[in-house]
Nanobody
C-alpha cells in the first residue's frame, strides 16, 4: 500500500525557516520523481518543487526559487523541502506527490504551513 506521510509544518514568522519531510512507503520511492505541491485557501493546488529519482535534477516554481530547496534521501525513502525566507504568501497546506506507472497518482495528507506577518 503506497503511503506518503508529510511532517514538519507549523507556525513561523515572516523570514523564518521550516523543513518539511515526506516519508514514503509501500513502493520503491527511489525509482520515482517526487514533488511538493501547496494549496492556499481559495486557491488551486500548485506545484512548488520536483526532484528526479536520483536527485540529480530539481525544478521550482518561480515564486520559491532561491528560497526553497527540495532534496531526497533514498536510503531513508524520504523527500525534504527546506523553506527559507518564508513569506505570508507561502501560507498553505503542503502536499507530497508522486506518480507511479504513469497513471497512478498518490498524495499525502498534507501539512499546514502558516507564516505570520
Amino acid at each position: 500500500q503506497v503511503q506518503l506521510v508529510e511532517s514538519g509544518g507549523g507556525l513561523v514568522q515572516h523570514g523564518g525557516s521550516l523543513r518539511l519531510s515526506c516519508a514514503a512507503s509501500g513502493f520503491s520511492s527511489s525509482n520515482y520523481a517526487m514533488s511538493w505541491y501547496r494549496q492556499a485557501p481559495g486557491k488551486e493546488r500548485e506545484l512548488v518543487a520536483v526532484i528526479t529519482s536520483t536527485g540529480g535534477t530539481t525544478n521550482y516554481a518561480d515564486s520559491v526559487k532561491g528560497r526553497f530547496t527540495i532534496s531526497r534521501d533514498n536510503a531513508k525513502n524520504t523527500v525534504y523541502l527546506q523553506m527559507n525566507s518564508l513569506k505570508p504568501e507561502d501560507t498553505a497546506v503542503y502536499y507530497c506527490y508522486t506518480r507511479i506507472g504513469g497513471l497512478n497518482k498518490y498524495w499525502g495528507q498534507g501539512t499546514q504551513v502558516t507564516v505570520s506577518s
